[in-house]
């Protein structure tokens, strides 16, 4: 059914992306295409796999942007961008066929691959550009929140996360439920002024985006003056001590 | 947007076939179209090719076209399932309305409710058509009330040139056709006029800087793409047409798609009647031209919102 969910789903799964951490190395899309191609939406199908105009299914794509210029307070801010199974997406509802819905229980938006007619209009409703069409399969396919992960029984607890945020060397990619306030999902948000991205479109996105945070490169040496003990230390020593009272 | 052939002649080619089933059912049941068969199967005939020719390109670019039928389920939420039903929905008075005409030389009384049953439902289908494309709020350049107008007008007036043609050929031609001809060339006119216009003037309503959040701390600009190579986005969505190529296109739409049909039509009504078939068909001609540009530009000049995160 491609109507929205009649009430707000209990649970509203979803990630917060943290910019601050990203180093834009790619481990989440990589980790994602892993375990999607061999899951519910394999195979994630490439094109020229070995050659010019190689073209794939990725959930998951890590975009790089550089902020503020070229000045002092420039910066590189990498975006890592996946479905941010938003609460009202018109993906789901300009959908003829039924395939593209929104689960009532936990709020992740899902296509079923086997009712899907390949006209790719839910690509066309995703302002983020978070849909894939496979056209080897001919049909559309998504980020599942690695729905065929985080509920299996066959996996110990602590790796029923979706694979992105297994992967995530710097823990840039926290996954939770935002209905629940005492989520590390809401508190990083609370704390940390997480935020929707392109609000205007009116989706309203579940997962959220934690900012870089501000002026940390121009702000004074941390060794000032008045702070005793680092005298001395080494460049090591004063890198343990930066790291640690962060 | 990536102006895909098949969709260019499906909404071109069903819209003129919408128009047409729309007017020579008008005409007909008004009594200003005679009851005769072969005038009856080859209007209503070309109207239903024009239709069933546009949708079974419309099912070419799907990915899995078999199961084409599942998409007339979600007509509570989907344009898309909307336009289906309606389609077929159409199919049934239209072919009725075609038998009275065709086989029994009858365009009133059931056979005339027919008629307008099938006009009432080809507005609406091609009103849902228009509708898929105006509703999507990422698309600013379709996002607009022109565009339901202008899939309205457009279709009304290729019907209303194919309609003056054929009535010239068959020799039963009337005033009131090219009345309503030149109505419906000057209110599509119009009405794209203010489009283009719309959509020239039309500022975006996001950018890198407010789509990421990040233009807070200054100006935002991509520094590297997430892939070497462009991904299915990039080829359905990243589309452009320069400015320049716009313009000219833009151009030949004003010349084919109005002003020489205009132009032929109020000709004709001064003309000599072989003359006048004659301006009557290189309407047509310049229609089908004006028509397959306007289309194109329609999807070349749209820019999806999901390229902004590419920084174009
Ligand atoms: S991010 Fe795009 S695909 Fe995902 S739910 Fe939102 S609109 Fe749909
Ligand atoms: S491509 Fe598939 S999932 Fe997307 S709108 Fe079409 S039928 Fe629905």
Known sequence: ?246 | MHPAYSVIFFTTASGAGYGLLILAAIFAVGGLLPATGLLGLVLVGLALALIGGGLLSSTFHLGRPERAVNALSQWRTSWLSREGVLAIATFLPAGLFAVGWVFLGKTTGFFGWMGVAAALLAVLTVFSTSMIYASLTTIPQWNLATVPMAYLALGLMSGAVLLAFVTRLFGVHGTAVDVVAIAAILIGWGVKTAYWTAIDGRLPESDLGSATGLGRFGAVRILEQPHTEANFLMHEMGYRVARKHARRLRSLAHVGLFALPLLFVVAGLFAPEVTATAMAAGAVLALVVGLLTERWLFFAEARHDCMIWYGR
Request: hydrophobic share 30%; charged share 25%.
């Open chain 1, 1 to 246: 059914m491609t109507s929205l969910p009649a009430i707000r789903p209990e649970k509203r799964l979803g990630l917060a992306i943290d910019l601050d951490t990203c180093v834009g190395c790619h481990a989440c899309a990589t980790n994602c295409k892993e375990w999607n191609t061999g899951g519910i939406s394999g195979p994630l199908t490439d094109v020229n796999a070995y050659e010019a105009e190689q073209q794939g299914v990725w959930f998951n794509r890590v975009f790089t942007y550089e902020v503020g210029g070229e000045g002092p307070n420039a910066r590189t801010v990498h975006f890592p961008k996946n479905c941010l199974h938003c609460e009202t997406p018109a993906c789901v509802t300009v959908c003829p066929t039924g395939a593209s819905y929104k689960r009532s229980e936990d709020g992740i938006v899902l296509v079923d691959h086997d009712r899907c007619i390949g006209c790719k209009l839910c690509s066309w409703a995703c302002p983020y550009g978070a849909r894939e069409y496979d056209e080897v399969v001919g049909v559309m396919k998504k980020c599942t929140l690695c729905v065929d992960k985080i509920y299996n029984e066959n996996l110990p607890e602590e790796d029923r996360v979706p694979a992105c945020v297994a992967a995530c060397p710097s823990k840039a990619r926290h996954f939770g439920d935002f209905a629940d306030p005492n989520s590390t999902v809401s508190k990083l948000t609370a704390e940390r002024g997480g935020y929707d991205l392109m609000p205007e479109k009116g989706y309203r996105p579940t997962s959220k985006y934690l900012p870089p945070r501000p002026g940390r490169r121009s702000a004074a040496p941390v060794s000032a003056a008045g702070e005793p003990g680092l005298e001395g230390a080494g460049r090591f020593l004063k890198w343990v001590d930066r790291i640690l009272s962060r």
